[in-house]
């Protein structure tokens, strides 16, 4: 999505991810933060996407590690920047995250990332176009199409694509170069079973 929005301004696309973002020596977080917003200056109009922003925008303590502290350094330098002295002007910020529960208030404050915007999972006419979009490339065989959409209700975008890619592999495993609809629902209850659900997510937009 915020490479869509990039893309329908005609804007520069500058990417980040919060966990990246944070260094382990002092310092170093918020130089690569002033870094990031000196370059989108300089290439505006552009967006700054920062996935995972609750790594770096989590709710602050007041006794924490060393680690910890070099955090808030690195948020402190983040907030300085979204609404510090040297304007954004025709720099737009984007965050996602999907623990919007964590998020220090700070960063959601009027003028900064205050447009929360809930991404959902997709309905079954999404699910059907993020298939086709992740399969276009793919050779089928007598693929019946309907179980493999309705196993997938509920599904995020990351995990259809996953169905496609552990069906492909199913299909090397037996040496087809070719996929079935069993390769799909084999798939689908694979990533079913994986522990770690991708889940709805949440963007916090800057405008």
């Known amino acids: ?32 933060i002033k870094e990031l917003f000196d370059l989108a200056r300089a290439k505006s109009p552009s967006i700054i996407f920062i996935d995972e922003i609750d790594a770096l925008a989590a709710q602050r303590i007041d006794i924490g590690t060393s680690g910890e502290r070099e955090v808030q350094r690195t948020f402190m330098q983040l907030l300085a920047e979204i609404d510090g002295f040297d304007p954004l002007g025709e720099v737009k910020v984007i965050g996602a995250t999907n623990r919007k529960d964590i998020l220090d208030p700070a960063i959601l404050r009027p003028g900064r990332l205050d447009r929360l915007i809930h991404i959902p999972n997709p309905d079954k006419e999404g699910i059907v176009e993020i298939f086709k979009i992740h399969t276009k490339n793919m050779k089928m065989k007598k693929v019946n199409k309907t179980p493999v959409i309705e196993g997938m209700e509920g599904f995020s975008g990351a995990e259809i694509r996953a169905v496609c890619t552990e069906a492909g592999y199913f299909a090397i495993r037996e040496e087809r170069n070719y996929v079935t609809t069993q390769d799909f629902l084999s798939a689908i209850d694979k990533v079913q079973s994986d522990e770690n659900a991708y889940g709805d997510e949440y963007m916090n937009m800057f405008s």
């Open 1 to 32: 999505i915020a490479k869509a929005v990039a893309s329908s301004t005609n804007s520069t696309f500058i990417e980040g991810v919060g966990s990246e973002l944070v260094q382990k020596f002092i310092g170093e977080g918020a130089k690569l």
